[in-house]
Structure formats: C-alpha cells, structure tokens
C-alpha cells in the first residue's frame, strides 16, 4: 500500500493470516520486524491509523527510523505480552503496511478476509516467541536490528518534527507545547538538575502497597520520591525518568500491576515487585501515561508506559 492510503485517521483492516504469512521470513519477521502472536487476534479487523512511525526510540541509542519509512500504530490495544510469558511492558505494537489493506479495497466475502483456523496456526507456526531458552524474541527486542539511523544532518530534528505535522501526527500546538517542554528540559539538565535526582542510598528501601488497577493514588512529592533513589536516579533498578517528576501531587488510577518485563537489549525476562504503571494523569495533557523521549523536540510514536514503585505512591482514600 502506498504511504498516501497509511495517513493517521484513515482506516485500514489487518490481512488475513495467509497473506500474512507470505510476507514473513523463516523467523516470522518483515524487513527484520516480527509479526508477533499477540497480532493473530486481529486479522481481519478493521481500525484507524493512530500514528506514522516517521522515528521510534530505541533502548540505548539515539533516535532511529525503519528504513522503508512503511511502519504504523493502530488504535488497537497495546500488547498484553500473552504468548510472551506475562511481559507487561504494554508495547504499543507496529504495523508494516504490507500487513494492511485500505478498509475501502474490494473484498468479495467476510469469509475471505477471515482467516481459517489452519491458515492461523500456520502463521503461527512461523512466529518466534524466543531466541533461545532465556532470552525473547519480540518487536521490541528486534527494534534494533530492524531499525536504521538517521542520515547526518544539522535539521533533522526539525525535519522530521515537519514531516509529523504536515502528515497530522500531533498538531502544530501540541508541537510546540512538546518542543518547550524539550528545551525546558535540556536547560535544567545544563543546570545539574540530574543532581536534585540522585538519592542517598547505597541499598535503595522497598514499600508494598499491593495496588490494584483502577486503585487511586497520588503521586508523592519529589522531595519524598528522591529520597528512595540511589545515585543513578534509581529504585531496585528501576530508573525514574525526568518526566515523571511533572507528575508529583497529581491523582491517578492504577493501570495495572508491572511484575515482569523482558529487557528490550538482552532479551530476558526482569521480574519485578511493588510496581505499577498508571493511567493517564489528570492535568497532565494527553501524554500523561507516557515517557517523552529527552533527546527529541516531541513525542515518540512508541508512547512507552512509565513504571513506577509503589514506594512512589500513595493510596487515596475513597471518602
């Protein structure tokens, strides 16, 4: 499909699983991106395009693009990580265009764009779920292989913020509401703001609220937060990112409880306790769930969830 017909608000409806199949390598990937198993549910079913994935971040590196620039998110569910062992990373899940058709395409039958059952598991037969006995196989763990950097260039930043705009990613206001937030953060950091995020702490404390989802909490002021961080801004392991702090005193609810996550660089499985991710948070704008990228002037497509301790938090009483 041409990148005319994958513009944000469009719709499309997901190819049948044996068309699928016959795009995929021997390791169910295109162009080195898996079609994953949590994808199966979807064949057939028809969404609108949420955002073109003009650039994705990428664990550990600056700011990469896939190649072919043929890459979309859905407004479908993000990935629940059932055939990967629980994972709840929440990944929103990427989509290449030779995986969709124009929901306005000719189809002769429901029947023809659903997929049967034996046409299923052979695609799912061709999915890899695991590279080896520990570590993972995912769209995440191979976004680097399947991904590029960006050609040098002074503007590129501004290029592609463009390029985000003119196709209706995020709208002029919101590209400069996410462009003063970058240089606001920058300047801090020139400041030494990462100082006022370094933690007393040698062997970081622990807090088990055993918080539920749909649960209200607050989150506690930086001043209690930083407390329970080591030098590296860090809890356990689990770093607090700058955005997180525009979130103190604000309420929200649990999303749900986070107690496994597969490492995006190596591939295996990180358990993990008392840790949540929450809700959109009211006053925050539309981006309160997520972690902007800090080395981009906006947005990233990936809208990666934040992860928090519960030693973070605090339960709100319902009265």
């Not at 469009?10 to 991106?33: F, K, P």
């Not at 059952?117 to 769209?139: G, P």
């Not at 680097?144 to 990613?169: C, K, Q, W, Y």
Request: glycine fraction near 8%; proline fraction near 4%; include cysteine.
């Amino acid at each position: 499909m041409n990148v005319e017909g994958m513009l944000v608000g469009n719709r499309v409806v997901v190819r049948s699983a044996s068309e699928i199949l016959s795009t995929l390598d021997a390791d169910g990937t295109l162009d080195g991106l898996p079609f994953m198993p949590e994808m199966l549910d979807w064949c057939g079913k028809s969404f609108r395009i949420q955002r073109r994935v003009d650039k994705t971040c990428v664990e550990g590196h600056p700011m990469r693009r896939f190649p072919a620039n043929d890459v979309v998110v859905l407004d479908s569910p993000r990935c629940d990580g059932s055939s990967h062992d629980g994972c709840k990373h929440g990944c929103r899940i990427y989509w290449k265009h030779a995986w969709l058709r124009a929901a306005n395409e000719d189809a002769s039958s429901n029947e023809e764009i659903q997929s049967s059952n034996r046409d299923t598991e052979q695609l799912r037969s061709r999915i890899k779920v695991k590279s080896d006995e520990l570590r993972y196989f995912c769209q995440s763990t191979e976004l680097l292989r399947s991904t590029e950097v960006f050609p040098p260039g002074r503007h590129r930043r501004m290029r592609v913020a463009l390029t985000e705009i003119r196709n209706g990613d995020i709208g002029i206001f919101q590209a400069l509401q996410l462009f003063a937030l970058f240089i606001r953060q920058r300047i801090l950091r020139m400041l030494g703001y990462d100082n006022l995020l370094r933690g007393p702490h040698e062997r970081t404390p622990k807090q088990s609220l055993n918080l539920q989802p749909g649960e209200l909490v607050r989150v506690k002021s930086r001043a209690e937060i930083v407390k329970t961080l080591d030098r590296k801004m860090s809890n356990r392991g689990l770093g607090l990112c700058h955005e997180m702090m525009r979130y103190c005193g604000h309420e929200t609810k649990v999303r749900y409880r986070v107690d496994r996550l597969i490492n995006e660089t190596t591939g295996v499985m990180r358990e993990l306790t008392d840790s949540v991710t929450l809700n959109g948070i009211e006053g925050c704008g539309s981006l309160g769930e997520e972690c902007l990228c800090p080395g981009e002037p906006g947005d990233c497509p990936r809208g990666e969830l934040m992860y928090w301790r519960e030693i973070w938090l605090e339960r709100v009483s319902s009265q």
